[in-house]
């Protein structure tokens, strides 16, 4: 059974940073895709970046390119998400998923296992 637990979100001004980690469990994740969606109030679930797994090939949104940082730590089974310059329209919940597919996928019908998200707040 695979699992995702997120962890690191919390409070924080606007031009700081939180880094939020992902562990994985449940099977072997080298064919997967790992990314990181968020949701605001009333907003659509949104991607926001991915790796995969066995290259560490990464995708980011433009938003998210040059603020934010996915990495995996194969030893740990994880996926993290440094997020630097934080604006206040970051602030979501922010879930972590997976996808044994090929290819990476922007939409979140296309990831088969989530984690229970974790609260981003960014005050300005």
């Known amino acids: 059974q695979v699992q995702l637990v997120e962890s690191g979100g919390g409070l924080v001004q606007a031009g700081g940073s939180l880094r939020l980690s992902c562990a994985a469990s449940?099977?072997?994740?080298?064919?997967?895709?790992m990314a990181w969606f968020r949701q605001a109030p009333g907003k659509a679930r949104e991607f926001v970046a991915a790796?995969?797994?066995?290259?560490?090939?990464?995708d980011y949104t433009d938003s998210s390119m040059g603020r934010f940082t996915i990495s995996r730590d194969n030893a740990k089974n994880t996926v993290d998400l440094q997020m630097d310059s934080l604006k206040p329209e970051d602030t979501a919940v922010y879930y972590c998923?997976?996808?044994?597919?090929?290819?990476?996928?922007?939409?979140?019908?296309?990831?088969?296992?989530w984690g229970q998200g974790t609260q981003v707040t960014v005050s300005s």
């Open positions: 790796i995969r797994w066995s290259s560490g090939v990464t």
């Open positions: 998923a997976a996808r044994f597919r090929p290819r990476n996928s922007w939409y979140w019908e296309d990831y088969e296992y």
């Open positions: 449940g099977r072997t994740f080298t064919s997967s895709t």
